[in-house]
C-alpha cells in the first residue's frame, strides 16, 4: 500500500496482471532496487528475462522481489551471474527438498537474527497434503505487512481463481495484523502458490468444507511465520498478541 511501491512490486503486479500463471520466483537480498525509477523498473524485467531464458517459459511467468538498501541501482552483473548458481541448487531431489526451503529462508535473511521457516501436512479429499513457507523481517514492521517477504507454497489443488482470495484471506489473519516499529515499505510481498500434485479434487469454494480445511491448515501456518519476524523484531524483548 506504500505509494512508493519499488520497482519489483510493480513489475511483479504487471506480470500476476498477465494471467499466465507463476512458474518461478527470483528473490534477491542486500539492495532493494527502490526509488530507483525506469532503470530499476528495467532491470527487475531483465532479470526476470533472464531466469525465464533458463527455465523456457515465459518471462510474466518470473516474479522478482528484492529486499535491502533503497536506492541504489541493482548489481546486474552479479545478480545475472547467480542464476545459473540458483538453478543448480533447485535442481535436487524429493527428498532434498527441506534443506533446500531452508537454505532459501537463509537466503533471504537481511537484518534478521535467524531464518524463519515452517511446514505443516494435512488431509484435503482423502490425500496427504504438504504447505511450506518462509518469510524474511525484523524491522521497519507495521500492520499491513512492510518490510517483509513471505512466500508459502502448496501441493494441494486449488482453482487458480481462488488464489488471491486465499493470499488475502491468510494476510489478513496473519501478515496483516503484525507491528515491530510502525513503519511502512516499498517492497513487502507475500505470496501463495499451490502446485496440485497431492491429488485432491480442486478446491473451489474457500467457504465450502474443502477450503475450510485448506484455511485450517494454511493459516496457523502463516501465523507462525507472522510471529517469528515480531519476535525477531530488531531491539524486541517482548512477544505481545
Known amino acids: 500500500r506504500n505509494r512508493y511501491a519499488a520497482a519489483p512490486v510493480q513489475v511483479c503486479r504487471e506480470h500476476l496482471a498477465a494471467g499466465q500463471g507463476v512458474r518461478a520466483l527470483v528473490i534477491n537480498t542486500g539492495n532493494a532496487n527502490a526509488g530507483t525509477g525506469e532503470p530499476g523498473l528495467t ?57 533446500q526451503w531452508l537454505s532459501a529462508a537463509e537466503g533471504i535473511m537481511t537484518t534478521d537474527t535467524l531464518p524463519k521457516a515452517a511446514s505443516v501436512q494435512f488431509h484435503l479429499d482423502g490425500h496427504a497434503a504438504r504447505a ?10 507495521r500492520p499491513n505487512m512492510a518490510t517483509m517477504l513471505g512466500f508459502l507454497a502448496t501441493d494441494a489443488a486449488v482453482a487458480p481463481d481462488l488464489m488471491n482470495d ?32 497431492a491429488g485432491n479434487a480442486p478446491v ?31 531491539g524486541a524483548t517482548k512477544f505481545i498478541t
Open 43 to 99: 532491470h527487475a524485467r531483465q532479470t526476470c528475462t533472464a531466469l525465464a531464458r533458463s527455465l523456457q517459459v515465459a518471462h510474466e511467468q518470473v516474479l522478482p522481489f528484492s529486499t535491502g538498501v533503497i536506492m541504489e541501482p541493482l548489481p546486474m552483473d552479479r545478480l545475472l551471474a547467480g542464476l545459473p548458481a540458483a538453478l543448480a541448487d533447485a535442481a535436487v531431489t524429493q527428498d532434498d527438498s527441506g534443506a
Open 132 to 141: 511450506t513457507g518462509i518469510a524474511k523481517g525484523a524491522g521497519m514492521i
Open 166 to 197: 486465499l493470499a488475502r484471506r491468510l494476510a489478513d489473519r496473519s501478515f496483516n495484523r503484525v507491528t515491530v516499529d510502525g513503519d511502512t515499505s516499498t517492497n513487502d510481498s507475500f505470496v501463495v502458490m499451490a502446485t496440485g500434485r
Open 204 to 234: 473451489t469454494d474457500l467457504d465450502g468444507p474443502a477450503g475450510q480445511a485448506l484455511l485450517a491448515a494454511l493459516t496457523p501456518l502463516a501465523q507462525r511465520l507472522a510471529h517469528a519476524i515480531v519476535r525477531d523484531g530488531e
